[in-house]
């Protein structure tokens, strides 16, 4: 037997043990102003690396520009399974997903742990997840910002 989370953080390990009963979906949202020909590539494979832990990963953008930027996302977003949102600054409820992005069924804890030790705002969204599957309360303050 291989103990794989021997040298995760306390934090992760409680979360995942509670994960186990899979009552909830990880979003990642890589949230840009702008989206064009020249930042199109790196935009993705930004959301596409910080994603990587997530059953759900799109890429958020207020505004696409250039002819065949949309065409490009529905190709990388073919190959590597992140969708892609129109964000309606105005009115964020009208916001549309442009590209439906690819379920992943299994979360990468591996790379949860490697977040939660490098950033504490990952941490503290692992914490709130924890604290969910511990007490089955959703607070909408915890989710703001």
Not at 70 to 90: C, Q, T
Not at 126 to 143: A, C, L, M, N, P
Request: aromatic letters at 12%; one cysteine or more.
């Amino acid at each position: 037997m291989e103990d794989l989370g021997a040298d995760w953080d306390q934090e992760v390990r409680d979360c995942v043990k509670g994960y186990a009963d899979k009552r909830t979906k990880l979003w990642s949202l890589e949230v840009k102003l702008l989206i064009n020909r020249s930042n199109v590539r790196e935009s993705f494979f930004q959301a596409v690396s910080n994603s990587s832990w997530a059953n759900w990963g799109y890429l958020v953008a207020a505004e696409i520009n250039g002819q065949d930027t949309e065409k490009e996302l529905r190709i990388l977003s073919s190959a590597h399974g992140i969708g892609f949102i129109w964000l309606n600054v105005e009115n964020p409820l009208e916001s549309e997903i442009r590209v439906p992005a690819r379920e992943k069924i299994e979360i990468d804890w591996d790379t949860a742990n490697r977040l939660a030790t490098e950033n504490k705002d990952f941490w503290e969204y692992i914490k709130q997840i924890r604290q969910f599957y511990q007490t089955g309360e959703v607070h909408d303050s915890d989710w703001e910002g």
